[in-house]
């Protein structure tokens, strides 16, 4: 049984894809070569390629980012976790061939891009805190295995 330790309310999703969207606009205001929908486009336009661009964002990191670093961990392993920021821009590049509206130019624009990005992100998680999950298991008469009515000095694991 998988159960979350605080439940996650739909708002916090809400403001965490807000503060992605925040990091993009940013993003396309700081860094040349970096454009959504116009330069200083926010009309309904300009939303609706913020909204794809984070959904897309949100899809490529959870899908493909991790198989991306599953075959590429020894690259990632070598440059010491220096190579997830080169996997985050190529996940970012590629977002601007998906998204009608939304460009990058090269690859040094979607680093930077992907940095704030990235950046933004992380602060959105500190703030609204990231939700986790604990496996429980029940043993033998219905006792959670780790409660104290269960536990025991001399839990052995049979295989």
């Known amino acids: 049984m998988v159960s979350s330790e605080r439940a996650m309310p739909w708002w916090r999703n809400v403001l965490r894809w807000g503060m992605i969207a925040l990091g ?4 396309a205001h700081l860094v040349h070569g970096i454009s959504y929908a116009g ?14 661009v984070v959904f897309v964002l949100t899809v490529l990191n959870v899908v493909f980012k991790p198989l991306l670093v ?4 020894p690259f990632v392993l ?6 997830l920021l080169v996997i985050n821009a190529l996940l970012f590049w590629f ?29 959105a998680n500190r703030w609204l805190g990231q939700r986790r999950f604990v496996a429980r298991t029940r043993g033998l008469g219905g006792r959670l295995k780790n409660s104290p ?3 025991r000095e001399d839990d052995v694991i049979d295989v």
Do not use: N
């Not at 330069?39 to 794809?52: F, I, Q, R, Y």
């Not at 070598?78 to 190579?83: A, D, S, V, Y």
């Open 149 to 151: 009515a269960r536990r």
């Open 95 to 123: 977002t601007s061939w998906i998204v009608p509206g939304f460009h990058v130019v090269d690859f040094w624009a979607a680093f930077w891009g992907a940095l704030i990005v990235s950046l933004m992100s992380l602060l």
């Open 39 to 52: 330069p200083d486009s926010l009309g309904p336009h300009g939303l609706v390629t913020l909204a794809l």
């Open 24 to 27: 993009v606009v940013i993003a």
């Open 70 to 73: 599953l075959f590429t961990c």
């Open 78 to 83: 070598l440059t010491l976790g220096l190579g």
